[in-house]
């Protein structure tokens, strides 16, 4: 049997690319929704063959504890709102995929992770990138040292934003802001690339250039992680401005994605040529892993502690920004991505 899958929050992400995704996995199917509009209810009952018991809303959702046709809650709602879904998904009893950023403090996160524990089921972060084969090529290339020790990395990544989710800027529930919403893949470009988790930060908020628009979030940041072999990873955000790219200087070469972080299309470049590497279903193949893990008990390479640990940072990238200092990451949870 497949294991049914209900995404909570039909908006762009799970509408765009979750549920077209879930018509490509082996191990999980599409079982289930969770939404607060009636009319996208119906919409996708019929789109993809939902029946009306497999349907939710917010206040009836901790019914889905009865539910044996949902094994896993993937919680695709604006930042602010995942950990109390995450903590009522694991309280029904079910494993829980939860989107990226995890949550916006850690102390969410810590909450999330012992819900989940407490419920004896797995957690897991929709790092759809660590099953991305250019991007295992950076973990590759960069913790198997081929060319050498890495000793400088350049991840950018800028999206321009416009008002269509208001929570990005800070409107309704918040909790958005380029950093939290893109940066988080520098900061994860950077760490699977040299396969080390940074022992400080330093952090520059770009100046404001619409003070309407980034009245409630920073408009871009330029943060540097500094890992304890003296390497530097860049790192560049901004929703101001539009580049994707994860480069990677060693002694021997270097090795590029550019674009880096997108659904498809990413192209990856070293000082010996082209990488020549197929695009994937990124989702499909997100998801499939974690049915594999509850399926035949192991742990996901994306836990829960992955994402408290770039949370963590983030929370200390922010601190930086607001100090001018060099804030120490030393107590951040050292999870790697094993290659
Ligand atoms: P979105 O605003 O399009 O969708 C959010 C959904 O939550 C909407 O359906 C909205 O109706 C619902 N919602 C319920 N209560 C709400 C409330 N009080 N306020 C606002 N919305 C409410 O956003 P999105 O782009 O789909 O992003 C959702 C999550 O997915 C975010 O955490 C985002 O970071 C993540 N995401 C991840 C990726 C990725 O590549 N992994 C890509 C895009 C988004």
Redesign the pocket.
Known sequence: RKLGIALV??????EG?LAPALEKTTFCRLAGIV???PDKAETWKKKYDIPDKNVYN?KTFDKIADNPDIDIVYV????S??AEYVIRAAQAGKHVIC???MALTSDECQKMIDACKKANKKLSV?Y?LHFEPHNQEMMRLGQKEVFGKVNKIIAQNAQKQEND?P?RLGG??GGGGPLR?VGIYCLQGAIYTKGQVPIAVTAKYHPITDPKKFAKVEEGVDFQLHFADGTVAECRTSYNDQYNKLRAEAAKGWFELDPAYQ?DGLKGQTSQGKMNIENVPQQARQMDAFAECVLNDKPTTVPGEMGMRDVQLIEAIFQAAKTGTKVSTKAVQQILDPV
């Open positions: 929050g039909l908006g762009k992400y799970s690319e939404t607060g509009t917010y695709v709602l604006p930042n709102m995942h989107e990226k950023p929709g759809r989710t929570w309704g529930v919403d659904y």
